[in-house]
């Protein structure tokens, strides 16, 4: 049996013809696709988590809905909000880059 | 038998993370296409037709013009981009499960190919070269397309097909439960009702689901299926033995059939005119009606894209041919399918057009299909 990532490669180059961008710009187009696929990879990263809940719940003989009813407060809330802030920050990265656009040479014309 | 989500042994085997993928790509297409894509038009107004008329001074006329202005609106541009990415996705999220299990895939297909219990056949024909029109283009984004064989045992372009039609039509809206070859049961019980054939044959089958379906509601019937690609085949051969119903299959073009005159009671073809060009339609349509006995049903269906309400409408429709590796799907859209068919030989007062609501549907789900009968003395079947 292969790989996970060698059967892909094996997909991936298969594939025939031309890629027509929808985007004005082919990168912009790219990084879109990239974008769509983890948020497809956190869907699954998320039914995982649900399947490790239930299992937690059914081991503690309770309801999964008891078992993530749970409210943060005081220094575990205060983690929990500095946790989502370095989260946010980590994404918007570029959002905050000081540093201006350079210009770039274009590949010799 | 249910046609889709039908589970046999030459399915790969998913790991549960691998479903939760094609769920979730599922999922992303269902969004695009229920709750983005309806808002094409609407954008067209708003953004496209005035961005097109402050570079031009007028109003988009032609479909180049209108495809010209969808183009400029960055809401559709952003749609495009998503839609074709989820269509991309659809084949990584099938096709991984597929490559990575292939050599047991491929074992159990030589050994059902060769099992003396097996209840149909397999006819490869090695000195045909599959129709280029069809074979050399990635339609719907296949990764290979539907012709690609990779030698003796190789299943890929069947499997890829069955496994991305199931993300795919669901993430449309087409039930997992529906069945085209239901529908056209359905439709021959109401429209030819005591018609039963003895012979039937199924033109461009791919993976073999209607086929299968023909053969296990009519266990009686003997059925004969046909594509262009060797791979598709194989692995339409073995799904059929493995769920135990009894099809043959040949590999043969479809405007060129080696079958005799007036040798089947029923000849259908599920979703294959969008996928050929107006030269092979019109001589697959010839030689449905030179195969089929007097008396006999001519049955070709294929989706409802046909006579869209405006042009803006039209040219939105038209995604699929410019991003969807669909290439001949305004041809088939626009073409004269009545002309066609009686241009074949049916009497014009037999060809009728049918407008088919989908067994389970869940957006409203239709086919369109158009029927004739050749001429003869013996119309009950
Ligand atoms: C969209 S698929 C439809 C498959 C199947 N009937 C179904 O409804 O699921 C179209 C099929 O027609 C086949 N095809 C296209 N052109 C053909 C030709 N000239 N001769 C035979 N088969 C052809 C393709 O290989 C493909 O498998």
Redesign the pocket.
């Known amino acids: 049996m292969k790989s996970e990532a060698e059967a892909l490669i094996e997909l991936i180059s298969s594939a025939r013809g031309a890629r027509k961008p929808s985007l004005a710009n082919r990168e912009t187009e790219e990084v879109l696709n990239i974008a769509l696929a983890t948020l497809i990879e956190l869907a699954v990263a998320n039914d995982r988590i649900d399947r490790l809940e239930r299992l937690v719940a059914q081991l503690r003989g309770e309801d999964v809905s008891a078992l993530r009813d749970i409210t943060y407060e005081g220094d575990v809330a205060e983690e929990r909000q500095q946790a989502t802030d370095g989260l946010l920050m980590r994404a918007m990265r570029i959002m905050l880059d000081p540093r201006e656009e350079a210009v770039t040479e274009k590949a010799a014309d | 038998m249910k046609v889709r989500d039908v589970q046999h042994a030459v399915l790969p085997q998913t790991t549960v993370e691998e479903r939760s993928r094609q769920g979730a790509v599922v999922a992303l297409r269902r969004l695009l296409n229920a709750k983005v894509r309806p808002r094409n038009v609407e954008i067209y107004d708003s953004e496209a037709a005035p961005a097109f008329a402050e570079r031009h001074g007028r109003r988009p006329q032609s479909e180049e013009e209108i495809r010209e202005a969808f183009l400029m609106a960055p809401s559709y541009r952003l749609w495009s981009a998503a839609n074709r990415s989820a269509q991309e996705m659809i084949w990584v999220s099938v096709g991984q499960p597929i490559y990575r299990d292939l050599d047991r895939m491929e074992a159990v297909t030589e050994e059902l190919m060769h099992s003396p219990a097996r209840r149909g056949s397999l006819t490869l024909d090695p000195s045909y070269d599959p ?1 280029p029109e ?1 074979a050399d283009v990635d339609i719907h984004l296949q990764p290979g397309g ?2 690609m064989d990779r030698g003796e045992n190789d299943v890929v372009a069947g499997a890829l ?1 069955e496994l991305g ?1 199931n993300v795919f039509s669901f993430g449309q809206g087409i039930g997992r439960g529906d069945s ?1 070859a239901g529908v056209i049961l359905r439709l021959l019980e109401e429209a030819f009702t005591g018609f039963k054939p003895a012979r039937m044959l ?6 073999g ?2 086929s299968a379906a023909y053969a296990a509601h009519w266990p009686d019937v003997e059925v004969h299926a ?4 060797a791979g ?1 085949l194989r692995y339409a051969h073995a799904r059929a033995e493995s769920l135990g119903v009894a099809v043959h299959f040949h590999q ?4 060129s059939l080696t079958f005799e005159d007036d040798s089947f009671d029923l000849v259908v ?4 005119m969008h ?2 060009g107006e030269e ?1 339609r019109q001589a ?1 349509i010839r030689e449905s009606f030179r195969v089929v006995r007097p008396g006999g049903v001519v049955i070709h269906q294929d989706v409802a894209i046909r006579n869209p309400p405006t042009l803006v409408h039209q040219v939105e429709r038209d995604w699929d041919t410019h991003w969807n590796g669909e290439v001949h799907w305004a041809t088939y859209a626009t073409a004269d399918l009545k002309a066609d068919m009686i241009a074949a030989g049916f009497p014009a007062d037999t060809v009728i057009e049918h407008d088919l609501a989908a067994l389970s549907g869940m957006m409203n789900n239709r086919w369109y299909a158009i029927s004739g009968r050749k001429p003869g003395q013996d119309n009950n079947g």
């Open positions: 129709s069809v539907y012709g097909y039609g085209k199924d033109i461009g089958c791919s993976a689901a209607a046909l594509d262009l690609g598709m043969m073009d479809a405007s073809s599920h979703n294959l996928e050929i092979k697959m």
